[in-house]
């Protein structure tokens, strides 16, 4: 089993508000719901602190790979936060590491991997992340895990 990944690794965190609808038939929050959390939070930093134009800019980011592993379950009311870091920056490639967590709990709910590849919008074709954005993105590197 994969283990929790622990507040201290991440540097960056984005806060979440579940909602009543997040929760399945058995009152927890969904799993297709938490990649959408995952995904918020990795859009919100990319729109926050990197100013990317995620709608009309020159540069799209897609999701090509996905996973998650689940340790509590959490359900609406909570309030979450997502932890945000950066496992692999590699020519077109970003590798996210994203856990969530209830306030002040130091093991995470669950835990999982989101691959982006940002391509040129106007062809369509994979394109080396410009230099601005590497590292901006290099500010949320993690440890390597042992």
Avoid at 2 to 23: G, K, M, V, Y
Avoid at 46 to 51: H, I, P, R
Avoid at 85 to 90: F, Y
């Amino acid at each position: 089993m994969i283990e929790s990944p622990q507040r201290t690794a991440f540097s960056h965190f984005h806060p979440i508000l579940t909602r009543p609808q997040d929760n399945d038939a058995n009152g927890h929050i969904a799993s297709a719901t938490v990649h959408c959390f995952f995904e918020t939070a990795i859009q919100a930093f990319l729109v926050e602190q990197a100013e990317l134009d995620l709608r009309d800019g020159e540069l799209a980011a897609f999701v090509v790979s996905s996973a998650a592993d689940y340790f509590a379950l959490p359900g609406f009311p909570d309030v979450l936060e997502v932890g945000l870091g950066i496992t692999r920056l590699a020519g077109s490639t970003v590798e996210y590491r994203l856990a969530l967590y209830r306030p002040g709990e130091a093991d995470a709910c669950a835990a999982g991997t989101v691959v982006q590849v940002f391509i040129e919008r106007a062809s369509g074709r994979p394109v080396q992340l410009p230099e601005v954005l590497q590292g901006i993105l290099a500010g949320l590197q993690l440890a390597p895990q042992a």
